[in-house]
C-alpha cells in the first residue's frame, strides 16, 4: 500500500497553461506539504496545510494555490504556468505537531512538472 | 530562517568501506535533524532521524552523531554496498513543522 501517492507521475505543458497536481495520504496524518526539487536537486518547502488549516506559506508566487479539501487530501493548482516552475513537487506528511517538535515526513514518489 | 550546509557534495567508496556526510545548521533552536535518501526517480526516504537531546543513535549500519555545540551533525554508513548509492539529504527543523535542507550528497559506491 502506497503511504503517500501523487498524480500524475510525469506532467508535460505549455507556457501559460493551468494544471493541478493531486496528493493523498493513507497514514493518518493530520498535516501535509508541498516541496519543490530544482534541477540541481535542492528541496524548498512551498507550504504546509494542518487539519485542512494552512499553516506555512513560503515565499511562493500566488500563482501557486493549495487546496485541501480533507486531511487526507492536499492539491496543488498552478495558474499560468511559467518556464520556471519546471521542476519535482513532492508532497509529504506527519502527524500533528507536538509543541517545540517535528514529527517524521514521509514523502510522495513525486510529480515532474515539464513546462514547454 | 534555518540555514544548512552539507558536504561533501558527492562522495565515491569502494564497496565495503565507510561514508560519512557533515551537516553544519545555523540556528541553535533547531531540534530535530533527520536524514533521507533519495534514489533515483523516487521520494526521499527517511533513513534516520535525531533529536536535540541525543548525541548519537545507530541503525545497523547506519549512525548519525549531534554536536550541539558546534552545530554539526553526521551520517556514517558503514560495509557500504552498492544498493546504498544514492543521494542523500540532511534536514533541520525548529519545531514549527518546516525543514530546512541541505543541497544533497551523491553517494556512489564503486563494486
Known amino acids: 500500500d502506497t503511504a503517500v501517492s501523487q498524480t500524475p507521475k510525469y506532467l508535460v505543458t505549455q507556457m501559460g497553461n493551468d494544471k493541478s497536481i493531486k496528493c493523498e495520504q493513507n497514514l493518518g496524518h493530520d498535516t501535509m506539504y508541498w516541496y519543490k526539487q530544482d534541477s540541481k536537486k535542492f528541496l524548498k518547502i512551498m507550504f504546509s496545510y494542518n487539519n485542512k488549516e494552512l499553516i506555512i506559506n513560503e515565499t511562493v508566487p500566488n500563482r501557486f494555490s493549495p487546496k485541501s479539501p480533507d486531511k487526507a487530501h492536499l492539491n496543488l493548482h498552478i495558474n499560468s504556468l511559467e518556464l520556471g516552475d519546471s521542476a519535482v513537487y513532492f508532497c509529504a506528511s506527519s502527524r500533528v505537531m507536538r509543541t517545540a517538535t517535528t514529527d517524521t515526513q514521509y514523502f510522495g514518489p513525486g510529480t515532474r512538472l515539464t513546462v514547454l | 530562517g534555518e540555514n544548512v550546509e552539507q558536504h561533501p557534495s558527492t562522495l565515491s567508496v569502494q564497496e565495503g568501506d565507510s561514508a560519512v556526510i557533515k551537516c553544519t545548521y545555523s540556528d541553535s533552536a533547531s531540534n530535530y535533524f533527520p536524514w533521507y535518501k533519495q534514489e533515483l526517480g523516487k521520494g526521499p526516504q527517511l533513513i534516520i532521524d535525531?533529536?536535540?537531546?541525543?548525541g548519537e543513535k545507530k541503525d545497523q549500519r547506519i549512525a548519525v552523531t549531534l554536536n550541539k555545540t558546534a552545530k554539526h551533525f553526521s551520517l556514517h554508513i558503514t560495509e557500504t554496498q552498492p544498493e546504498d548509492s544514492a543521494v542523500y539529504f540532511c534536514a533541520a527543523s525548529m519545531g514549527d513543522y518546516k525543514l530546512s535542507f541541505g543541497a544533497g550528497t551523491t553517494v556512489t559506491v564503486r563494486a
Open positions: 535525531i533529536r536535540s537531546n541525543v
